[in-house]
């Protein structure tokens, strides 16, 4: 189960934050500290997992943003490391040719696109199409 | 060009609804020079946002980006509390988009015990009956977030309703509000997923159904039992999905739905964990997962790991372990960095089945092991502490200790120290090196070990190998003695181990006549000075009290105690201590001295730790006073559990009585590969002969006891850290210990035959010798420093090398052996030459011998001098070969530069001006060209820095795809623009896949 998903850039600024546990805000940022410390600093060589506390975090790196999942210790590290790219993969499509700055002002969007791919801690939607439908549909309400 | 281009994203951005003050401050923010400007940013807007929100009658759109800004406060870790409250009036709202916006806000916001829930429930009630099916699922995304254990009977109803919703979408996220109630509490919902998670699991659309996974996955892996019968309808959905018989959408990278099939063979794995006729089934279907898996992407590679895990999970079939040993090896031989990760894992799990596996993988295996990657380091140690063993366990402490000392975070050392213990406790090869190790523990993790490992400590040094051997006690402890007293040197001691220090010094510090008293009472009088702190009356506790012992052992040895100057500042500091408790012992310290030898000896008796204090439950001395007072008149005392149930209690006396004294059935610790200078006749001759020969020996070299002796009550006082030897098997035990014991008996002649014991496993998947030997003339740079790391970690290989020093152990081991079993025994014996093919039979034939005790201390004597040293003369005809090290991380240079530059231009300056288009959005994972052949292959989005340039999603794929492998970003991107061409236009229906299954 994903517990959490985290999008930070380079400097450790919480792009999207989103929690499939209860938690209280203190510990949210004390958790989005930490991953950024985690993470950032990763030779790009090694594995894109680092055991976090009871869990694991699984991150991909696309240009200064990280993505970063934190997962059950039993979870199948590439799955969700391919998850993370899908998710990538359905944002591009969105706003054709994402950038970081897409991410910045259509944050509320973004959450939207997440909870079609994501819901409860699984994932709930892995066709690409059938989300980014879903998204035209609502986009056409506006 | 490329600014005007990001002027025109940003005008698209301002069109689309959000007001210009927003985007203002959404840019001021990103171009904020430092953290305090941020933050005064955003206390201006909150300061704003404050009185906004409650002004009357703002407009309802206005409203409504209010609450996304609330979003963005709350999400750079400020609090919006004080606007919750119009997050959930949004929620009210008949507009699809505010309430949307409304539901976005309030998930986020609020955990599922606010207050403010109670208000929204109505809300979603009402939302989930609605006929718009956007409302519902609005709705239903809520009701994932914000339903807890009470609320679920409010909802679960309405849900229940939607799971025969027409639109999929619907469907899909009610079955996860399902799932999401079956987490919570399980109980209320048990009934409905029952009836319903047949239904379900047929629904048409391949989302449904693979949503409804999540909630078999769920009940099955809490009762996989009822769910056997499933077995066929998931391996027959899995087997369609191999076979791309779903629409094309939910192929990913070419592999057909893969997220699907993971999550059925995570299933698959749980039903046919144990249940022969249920594996049967599958292995047709694995082996098919297995087949049609691609091995150059990252997906493909997800998907071969998970069969490994379920291959391995199951009933073991031959053929496909084959594969996924093979699997395993191409894992782990790939230069990505994951794969070995996985290949690490995958090993782990094989092991447990194949034991021997690991042996063909040492090298790979001690790579990672070096590995400057942390996380891959830390998976191999994992892998080592499964496979631990008492032939290998100090060089597997002995890195964990290492690995140990190099550790900051208190989570990951508390939990690599007890994995120490633990290890150190069920293998440890002697009592010299269980002090040593436990020394190293404390020294580098003190405060993170449990107080009751510093007892057990003590209690074997205090009790030593026990009686029978008193010299091996005095040395044992003298050796103690002298490793605390160079410890004492370092500065920052924990306190449990300055505990254990005093403790020990105390009881026998001048026992052996090397130290003088006033020396220990020195060292002491140190300790406590050189340790101020928290625990500093604890300390100092500790020192007065090994004083008063080293004192009163003198006294009592009737030798003049003259104190040293500073031991008598420090008695008479603590007599005027502010705690009554530090007061009271150098009182009674002072006082001791006051009394002739013999008083002193019998209040403070040498090594009077080891004595049992006999205490007569039945308290005779009060007999007198009992029956006066009964011939009074008083009644019988009754005690309290006789008086409540007397019956059950008398069976439970004897249950109780049974369970201490009957057989144990668990298997003992494997037994080592024993050798040469046995056992001082003597000790076995002299003592009692009631007790069986082999069990007397197994009390003079063995650190431990056997609960189950029947020497005396007083096993009950003894260390339990060393008992455990004999206490539930280790992670591989199982097989372990019963191929060892096939060995041990089959071959009861044979002598540190570890190799064969290595190499002769029941059905060893790979012929590892050969395959060995050729790995090594193929790579001739192995460092001797790795290979011998090798030997004495898988303890294979070094066999062949040294057949004389066995042979000769193998003697005096037979004549061993005899001495210690009967005839029955020498009936097995077989000719040593012989041993290789008696060790390759089938484990299971021959019971462990139990009998062999006698060998144990021998054997680690050979174990831990012998794979170094027969290592080097296998490994002279390489030559001398230079030590590879991992090298250093090569940079990515290209890459990185772009980095740079977007970071600049991002923090300062233009800031939000730049902008980065994925095909740029390289993973920074991706190897440079030179160093990755196969990584760069299976790294998911697969594009080398030559896409740094960022090529256009239409036009430029022909450019980089000179240097593309496998699957690739331009595959993808051509996706994309396919996609793009088709537009968003909905499909026909999806075929009836899983009808069939109805039936």
Known sequence: MIRFILLQNRQGKTRLAKYYIPLEDSEKHKLEYEVHRLVVNRDPKFTNFVEFRTHKVIYRRYAGLFFSMCVDITDNELVYLESIHLFVEILDHFFSNVCELDLVFNFHKVYLILDEFILAGELQETSKKAIIERMAELERQE | MEQLKNIGRELAIGSQGSSKEFLELVKAIGEAKSKAEEERLVMEEIEML????????????????????????????????????????????????????????????????????????????????????????????????????????????????????????????????????????????????????????????????????????????????????????????????????????????????????????????????????????????????????????????????????????????????????????????????????????????????????????????????????????????????????????????????????????????????SRCIELAERFAPSNQWFIQTMNQVFEHAGDLVPPKVAHDLMRLIAEGAGEEDEDADSELRSSAVESYLQILVEPKLPSLLLQVICWVLGEYGTADGTHSAAYIIERLCDVAEAHPGDDVVKVKGYAISAITKVCSFEIAAGKKVHLIPECQAFIDELSASHSTDLQQRAYELQALFAFDSSVVGAVLPFDGSADDIEVDQSLPFLNHYVKSMLSKGAKPYIPANERQAATTLASQHVESYVSSHSLRFDPYEKPQMPIMALTPVTTLQSDDQSIDISQKATQVFQPSFDADTPSSEATRLRLEGVQRKWGRPSYNNNSASSSAGAERSTNGASNGL?????????????????????????????????????????????????????????????????????????????????????????AATAPPDLLDFGEEEVAIAASSKDPMKDLEGLFDNTGSVPSSQPTAPVTNLPNIDLMSLYDSDLGLGSGLVSSIRVPDMIPENLPNNDSGDRLTVLDGLVTTSGAVAGPKVQGETSASSAIKKGPSLESSLEKHARSRQVGVTPTGPHPDLFKDLLK
């Open chain 2, 754 to 842: 570890d190799i064969e014991k290595a190499s002769g496993g029941k059905q060893g998947i790979v012929p590892q010798e050969p395959k060995y030997v050729s790995d090594r003339n193929k790579q001739p740079e192995i460092s001797a420093e790795k290979q011998k790391l090798a030997a004495s970690l898988f303890g294979g290989v070094t066999s062949k090398a040294d057949s004389s020093v066995r042979s000769s152990g193998r003697s005096q081991k037979q004549a061993s052996t005899n001495r210690h079993v009967g005839t029955a025994k020498r009936m097995q014996t077989v000719d040593p030459v012989d041993s290789r093919a008696q060790a390759s039979l089938p």
């Open chain 2, 50 to 417: 404050k009185k906004k929100i409650v002004e009357p009658d703002v407009p309802r759109k206005r409203m409504k980006e209010y609450i996304v800004r609330l979003v963005y406060v709350e999400m750079l870790g400020h609090d919006a509390s004080f606007g919750y409250i119009q997050a959930v009036k949004m929620t009210h709202d008949d507009n699809l988009l505010l309430k949307r916006t409304g539901y976005l806000a309030v998930t986020l916001f609020l955990n599922e015990d606010h207050d403010l829930i109670i208000l929204i429930i109505n809300t979603i009630q009402k939302d989930l009956r609605s006929d718009n099916y956007l409302v519902c699922c609005a709705a239903l995304t809520a009701v994932c977030k914000l339903i807890n254990e009470e609320t679920i009977p409010a909802v679960l109803p309405q849900v229940v309703e939607l799971l025969g919703h027409q639109k999929e979408a619907v469907r899909k996220k009610a079955v996860m509000a399902l799932h999401r109630f079956h987490q919570r509490s399980p109980a209320t919902v048990a009934d409905v997923i029952s009836k319903l998670s047949m239904k379900i699991m047929h629904d048409v659309d391949p989302s449904v159904m693979s949503a409804c996974l999540c909630v078999l996955f769920d009940l099955i892996s809490a009762d996989a039992n009822s769910y056997r019968h499933l077995t066929n309808s998931y391996v027959c959905i899995l087997k369609q999905v191999v076979e791309h018989r779903l629409p094309k959408q939910y192929n990913y990278h070419n592999a057909p739905a893969p997220f699907i099939q993971i999550k059925l063979l995570k299933i698959l794995a749980l039903l046919g964990t144990g249940d022969k006729g249920a594996s049967n089934n599958m292995y047709n279907v694995l082996g098919d997962v297995l087949k049609k898996a691609e091995p150059s992407g990252n997906i493909g590679n997800a998907l071969i790991y998970e069969c490994i895990s379920t291959i391995t999970a199951i009933h073991p079939n031959s053929k496909l372990l084959e594969s996924a040993a093979a699997q395993t090896s191409r894992f782990l031989k790939s230069e990505s960095h994951n794969l070995k990760y996985m290949g690490i894992d995958a090993l782990g799990r094989i092991i447990k089945i194949n034991p021997d596996f690991a042996e063909e993988h040492q090298l790979a295996v001690i790579d990672c092991l070096e590995d400057p990657d942390d996380t891959l380091k830390r998976k191999t140690l994992e892998l080592l502490y499964k496979m631990t063993k008492s032939s290998n366990v100090e060089v597997i402490v002995d890195r964990m200790i290492c690995y140990m000392k190099t550790l900051t975070d208190s989570h990951y050392k508390t939990d690599i120290a």
